[in-house]
């Protein structure tokens, strides 16, 4: 079946630009999960949607990041005025329920931001 | 706050050598553990998780994990290493993972 999808997979912009990144999750996951990887690091965890709403939000780094799930289904991650402190990997997982059951999460093959 | 450390940043084995790779964990409660392996331009895939239960976890690939509460270990060991276990490894705990830097691992022919 389909695994997690993630679009676009590379995106570079322009400093101050505003970006969206979106996730498609695996059907019938109720969890969804964004994390950011920079270079050399592992994945750092941004925001946990379980169904439409946002349930931990503790990892965005600031209020120009933003994550939206408005069915349950598709996430958009949103980032406003961009930096080049923001260039990563941005990672999307899902799951079948809740991350604190430790369910397994499923990645996508993330989308590669530059920001110049 | 839970975190996880992994050691070493770099391991270059011989194919058909013993592999262990090292994760140290903090975690307030009964730890939910994994170990994810990241080839380049793929995914994150699961190779083993640890609940609850028998301490030693197999898993794919013929990759095994001991917990070991003791010590706030959850190694990751293969007995014979092939060239396609090259990769990034990274441990990872609780539900909101929480990820270790990970370790590149290096197989010689």
């Known amino acids: 079946g389909a695994g997690v999808s993630q679009t676009p997979s590379n995106k570079v912009t322009e400093k101050g630009k505003y970006v969206e990144l979106r996730c498609d999750p695996i059907?019938?996951?109720?969890?969804l999960y964004w994390y950011r990887q920079s270079l050399g690091q592992g994945p750092e965890f941004l925001i946990y949607?379980?169904?439409?709403?946002?349930?931990?939000d503790s990892g965005l780094p600031n209020d120009r990041f933003f994550a939206v799930r408005p069915e349950g289904s598709v996430s958009t991650l949103k980032i406003q005025r961009t930096e080049r402190g923001d260039s990563a990997v941005y990672l999307c997982a899902s799951s079948l329920s809740t991350g604190t059951t430790g369910n397994e999460q499923f990645f996508g093959p993330g989308t590669r931001l530059t920001v110049l | 706050a839970q975190s996880v450390t992994q050691p070493d940043i770099h391991i270059t084995v011989s194919e058909g050598a013993s592999l262990e790779l090292r994760c140290n964990y903090s975690?307030?409660?009964?730890?939910?553990l994994f170990w994810y392996v990241q080839s380049p331009g793929q995914g994150l895939q699961l190779l083993l998780k640890y609940f609850s239960g028998d301490t030693l976890v197999q898993g794919i690939k013929g990759f095994e994990a001991e917990f070991k509460r003791s010590q706030s270990s959850f190694n990751l060991r293969k007995p014979s290493v092939h060239w396609s276990d090259a990769a990034e490894y990274f441990c990872a705990v609780g539900g909101q993972l929480t990820f270790g830097s990970g370790t590149q691992l290096t197989v010689l022919p």
């Open positions: 975690y307030g409660a009964t730890p939910y």
């Open positions: 059907s019938g996951h109720t969890a």
């Open positions: 949607f379980q169904g439409t709403g946002a349930a931990d």
